[in-house]
């Protein structure tokens, strides 16, 4: 997998880009899936790589997210539920990465671990 495809992660060393590909799984999904379901505990981290995914609060969708972007963070960075729904648009592939290697990243490869903040932190003010 190139993961110099993806912003969040241009600009890293080769070394921290295999580590980071330790940690991902690849999925592959129909549309109409839904990957998060607003209210549930955090599990995993998201990254889009093919296809469309709509994110939705109370019923009403308020973002569509594509290839290069990322979601899930919000609830693993302030340990409590998913704040919003995450729904397949298309058919769509991504990379998964459990909660424990998420942190592992995070605190491994600071620089991805500010991005993703910086992100949540704009997320959370359009809530």
Do not use: H
């Not at 704040?83 to 290697?101: F, H, Q």
């Amino acid at each position: 997998m190139d993961l110099t495809t993806i912003p969040l992660f241009q600009g890293l060393s080769d070394a921290d880009l295999a580590r980071i590909a330790d940690w991902l799984e690849p999925i592959e999904v129909p549309s109409g899936w839904y990957l998060l379901n607003q209210g549930s505990s955090p599990v995993g981290f998201f990254l889009v790589l093919e296809g469309n995914v709509e994110v939705e609060r109370e019923g009403a969708t308020v973002a569509t997210l594509g290839p290069g972007q990322f979601f899930g963070e919000i609830a693993l960075l302030e340990g409590d539920r998913r704040t919003a729904t995450v729904v397949t648009a298309t058919r769509v592939k991504a990379l998964v990465m459990d909660g424990p290697e998420f942190f592992e990243m995070c605190a491994e490869i600071p620089e991805v671990g500010q991005r993703i903040n910086a992100a949540a932190l704009e997320r959370g003010t359009q809530r």
